[in-house]
T-cell receptor
């Protein structure tokens, strides 16, 4: 099962872009990269996912390297409400079990 | 609002007791997932049901069981509770062929 590595914490100034890295060097060819975030004890919130190509939605952009061994989640204009723990996850096995790490705790500062 | 509902929001009970947590998935979603999150820990996948049948199993204790009913709601039963079972329990749902999981607000369980 593919696993991910993320920095435990990051800081970002309000209004600036937040770039959250994730390593998933053992990812398989058919496994997707998913990003979720969790704002203090609330239910995790889906952000974005991708397979090979870069993806963008109203919340964020996802940049996946060509070898798919790492990815970056970009919040283009971080706000205080983006302060949360961000989880990078890859699907695991045929049963599609999500394997969660400890994520990156992002603090957006005024 | 994800569309996934969980009840109760909070639950306080004693060691040795049994509790039932309830989850209603988003309208039309066939899969239900249960997760446990202990204090300052990541989410631990417990079990998945798809259209009433168990689809995947994670680190679920034998004291815990779950089921999904014909109306697609699910219940997680926790028995012989221990202090270490105190945690947030989340339910998520996803649709047919869709991997994106949408999470409910969780049930906070405190075992005293």
């Amino acid at each position: 099962d593919a696993k991910t590595t993320q920095p435990p914490s990051m800081d970002c100034a309000e209004g600036r872009a937040a770039n959250l890295p994730c390593n998933h060097s053992t990812i398989s060819g058919n496994e997707y990269v998913y990003w979720y975030r969790q704002i203090h004890s609330q239910g995790p919130q889906y952000i974005i996912h991708g397979l090979k190509n870069n993806e963008t939605n109203e919340m964020a952009s996802l940049i996946i390297t060509e070898d798919r061994k790492s990815s970056t989640l970009i919040l283009p204009h971080a706000t205080l409400r983006d302060t949360a723990v961000y989880y990078c996850i890859v699907l695991a096995g045929n049963n599609r079990k999500l394997i969660w790490g400890l994520g990156t705790s992002l603090a957006v500062n005024p | 609002d994800s569309g996934v509902t969980q009840t109760p929001k909070h639950l306080i009970t004693a060691t040795g007791q049994r509790v039932t947590l309830r989850c209603s998935p988003r309208s039309g979603d066939l899969s239900v997932y249960w997760y446990q999150q202990s204090l300052d820990q990541g989410l631990q996948f417990l079990i998945q049901y798809y259209n009433g049948e168990e689809r995947a199993k994670g680190n679920i204790l034998e004291r815990f069981s779950a089921q999904q009913f014909p109306d697609l709601h699910s219940e997680l039963n926790l028995s012989s509770l221990e202090l270490g079972d105190s945690a947030l329990y989340f339910c998520a749902s996803s649709g047919r062929g869709m991997e994106t999981q949408y999470f409910g607000p969780g049930t906070r369980l405190l075992v005293l």
